[in-house]
């Protein structure tokens, strides 16, 4: 954790700037001051420094994961193609004293559709 030289108040990172020029800076919380750029791959957790490498912030899946079915499956008629079996989860989409977005995505075509409850 880093502190500001004006102020004294604790330093946040932020983003600065557009999507291909952005950058993340260090700014006050107090007084918005922004300094230099955060250092993003030595973070320090329960006193501990924690060193990340770029590779480790971007996942990938190969062709081999993604022909895994980790979903739940559920009889639902697909709009486009008719078929009867697809995949199901939820997502809180809305405010969250209103009810999960429930999404579907058909094992056939792989069409994807939700169902509002």
């Known amino acids: 954790m880093e502190f500001c030289a004006e102020c004294g108040s604790r330093l946040k990172p932020v983003k600065v700037g557009s999507n291909k020029q952005a950058m993340i800076m260090l700014a006050c919380t107090r007084c918005g001051q922004k ?13 501990k420094t924690v060193k990340h490498n770029p ?16 979903l739940p499956t559920i009889r639902i008629e697909c709009p486009r193609c008719g078929n009867n079996t697809a995949n199901v ?3 809180q989409t809305r ?18 559709f939700r169902e509002y409850t």
Do not use: P, Y
């Open 89 to 91: 989860w939820l997502v």
């Open 35 to 47: 300094q230099g750029k955060a250092d993003m791959s030595n973070v320090r957790l329960n006193g």
């Open 55 to 70: 590779k480790q912030f971007v996942a990938i899946i190969g062709k081999e994961e993604q022909q895994l079915h980790t």
């Open 95 to 112: 405010g969250l004293d209103e009810s999960s977005t429930q999404f579907f995505r058909c094992l056939r075509c792989g069409f994807t």
